[in-house]
T-cell receptor, first 116, second 114 residues
Framework: DTGVSQDPRHKITKRGQNVTFRCDPI?????LYWYRQTLGQGPEFLTY????????KSRLLSDRFSAERPKGSFSTLEIQRTEQGDSAMYLC??????????????FGPGTRLTVL | QQQVKQSPQSLIVQKGGIPIINCAYE??????FPWYQQFPGKGPALLIA?????SEKKEGRFTISFNKSAKQFSLHIMDSQPGDSATYFC?????????????FGKGTLLTVNP
């Protein structure tokens, strides 16, 4: 079990540039979540997938953000026209859903984005 | 609106001490309350969790106490060790809907001095 992996671990970009992050969930996990964590705060929900279907998006996910999970495996999160306020840690989590709130979400190490 | 309030923001104890972290929630639809531990540069990792029909749960040196009527729950770390130094987050999940998204508190930075 290799756990949830995320790439890159760190990304520095200039304002206005586009960035894309990748998340590889634990094998066979059917649910995948994206969270954003800013300094001194807990992670905040952005969006989640059940297999390849994106089922909910937070109001935090502006139209500059787009997430995909083709074939229900890895997922990508793209931010277009980055702004300084996008600087944060972007966390991915996955779970094997049995349709219960007790399903454990396993987090990856995150991608730290810095927008200059 | 912060749905899960966590305190204190930071905590320093000596080795062997018993740090206590408190959380309070507002949404009565929450039905599962996990605690996560996060080390610098790492993602949060599940530590222990409790359902509201249980008043206490213990796993090793970690204990959750739950007060459903007060909508409060707390984490106690017995015989704390320097290796427990990390940020701790309480969280909650709602039984309503199907997304099972975690709602986190703001976190408590725990430092255990040798």
């Amino acid at each position: 079990d290799t756990g949830v992996s995320q790439d890159p671990r760190h990304k520095i970009t200039k304002r206005g540039q586009n960035v894309t992050f990748r998340c590889d969930p634990i094998s066979e996990h059917n649910r995948l979540y994206w969270y954003r964590q800013t300094l001194g705060q807990g992670p905040e929900f952005l969006t989640y997938f059940q297999n390849e279907a994106q089922l909910e998006k937070s109001r935090l996910l502006s139209d500059r953000f787009s997430a995909e999970r083709p074939k229900g495996s890895f997922s990508t999160l793209e931010i277009q026209r980055t702004e300084q306020g996008d600087s944060a840690m972007y966390l991915c989590a996955s779970s094997l859903s049995r349709g219960r709130s007790t399903d454990t979400q396993y987090f990856g190490p995150g991608t730290r984005l810095t927008v200059l | 609106q912060q749905q899960v309030k966590q305190s204190p923001q930071s905590l320093i104890v000596q080795k062997g001490g018993i740090p206590i972290i408190n959380c309070a929630y507002e949404n009565t639809a929450f039905d599962y309350f996990p605690w996560y531990q996060q080390f610098p540069g790492k993602g949060p990792a599940l530590l222990i969790a409790i359902r509201p029909d249980v008043s206490e749960k213990k796993e090793g040196r970690f204990t959750i106490s739950f007060n459903k009527s007060a909508k409060q729950f707390s984490l106690h770390i017995m015989d704390s060790q320097p290796g427990d130094s990390a940020t701790y987050f309480c969280a909650a999940i709602s039984a309503g809907g199907s997304n099972y998204k975690l709602t986190f508190g703001k976190g408590t930075l725990l430092t255990v001095n040798p």
